[in-house]
């Protein structure tokens, strides 16, 4: 299955089969005329796919980095191990970089790429559900500082995107729950089908023989989303729904406790439950919500009083003078952004 993302010059395709790890060569050759690539990936990822994917790229000259696996990678400061890496094999920029990992290997190696020499070619191959059905795909890279995520990026879009639902299959239970809370926004936001068919199959398990659909589907929604707002300005708000709330949650306890995908959960349903009850929601949409996040495993609240996350949110780099855009939903499927300030919140005891 292909698509492309068309962003005129940064136009890139994506590929998502199974397997595609044994034939990632041959997509490579495609938009990629160097000699030279740089793997960048983790220790829990290198070890069981790097050989493979070396294997594909014989005609190439092929060096890897791999850093420990986790968000503290993502920092600002290894992004000079990076460096020194390319600096070491003279890559220049007719050379590429492969980001072969999660999120955290996807953002990190995506900035190195953006930043080094001004700008180096880049192929993502997400290895983990969360990757696949949204960090892979729209050019946000960055690396965190330790005042907060994400807080020196750039807007770098991919040569090419290759997604094997194949490598799912070792990704411990936590993980596949971690993506799964983006894939049920997706329907959320977008898509009531997708909602229904999540419904309908009630598992991971239950997904296997769609899966490369389900993931298709997700990247659509996104590409769709990134073609009308590559600079995040307008439509694609309406990506952050149920975000506002998670990255406090994730903040509040300091990203060691609920991952994004479940944080993310959290967000969808307490702010639909508040939407609800302000008649700016069609009622027993936040229901509909909690029963599918219940039977794909993923929590609905985190018991923080409301106070808490609030005083966050006033330091969100997303609240711009007391003012902020919330997203929420007409009723599944159908979303929209919310001008509000921190007052939306004021009769919301926990959530």
């Known amino acids: 299955m292909k698509l492309t993302v068309n962003l005129g010059e940064n136009s890139y395709p994506i590929y998502i089969e199974n397997n595609i790890l044994n034939n990632a060569g041959a997509y490579i050759s495609s938009c990629f005329s160097g000699k030279k690539i740089m793997i960048i990936s983790d220790d829990n990822v290198f070890p069981l796919y790097g050989e493979q994917l070396k ?44 980001a072969l990992g999660g999120g955290v290997i996807g953002d990190l190696a995506g900035f190195a790429a953006a930043s080094y020499l001004r700008g180096i070619r880049l192929v993502q191959i997400p290895t983990s559900l969360l990757a696949q059905v949204d960090s892979s795909v729209g050019g946000k890279v960055a690396v965190d500082l330790p005042q907060g995520k994400n807080l020196v990026g750039a807007f770098y879009h991919p040569k090419l995107v290759l997604i094997d639902p194949q490598v799912l299959h070792t990704l411990p239970s936590h993980f596949i729950m971690d993506g799964m809370g983006e894939v049920i926004k997706y329907g959320c936001i977008k898509d009531a089908a997708l909602f229904e068919t999540l419904k309908t199959r009630g598992s991971f398990d239950n997904l296997q023989d769609i899966l490369a659909d389900i993931i298709y589907r997700c990247v659509d929604i996104k590409r769709q989303v990134v073609e009308q707002d590559q600079f995040d300005t307008g439509e694609r708000m309406l990506l952050n729904f149920g975000h506002t709330l998670a990255h ?15 944080a993310v959960g959290i967000g969808m349903y307490q702010i639909t439950k508040i939407a609800e009850e302000k008649n700016l929601c069609q009622p027993g949409t936040a229901m509909e919500i909690q029963q599918l996040l219940k039977s794909y495993g993923l929590p609905d609240a985190c018991n923080l009083p409301m106070h808490v996350l609030t005083d966050a949110i006033s330091l969100d780099k997303k609240n711009l003078n007391n003012h902020l855009n919330l997203v929420l939903l007409h009723q599944i499927g159908e979303s929209y952004v919310y001008p509000a300030d921190l007052t939306f919140f004021d009769h919301a005891d926990e959530i």
């Open 55 to 98: 294997t594909s790229l014989h005609d190439y000259e092929v060096h890897e980095l791999v850093l420990p696996h986790g968000e503290p990678t993502k920092a600002f400061g290894t992004l000079p191990t990076l460096y020194n890496a390319l600096l070491k094999q003279k890559f220049s920029r007719s050379d590429l970089i492969i």
């Open 248 to 262: 406090t949650i994730e903040q509040h306890f300091h990203y060691e406790r609920e991952s994004h995908g479940e």
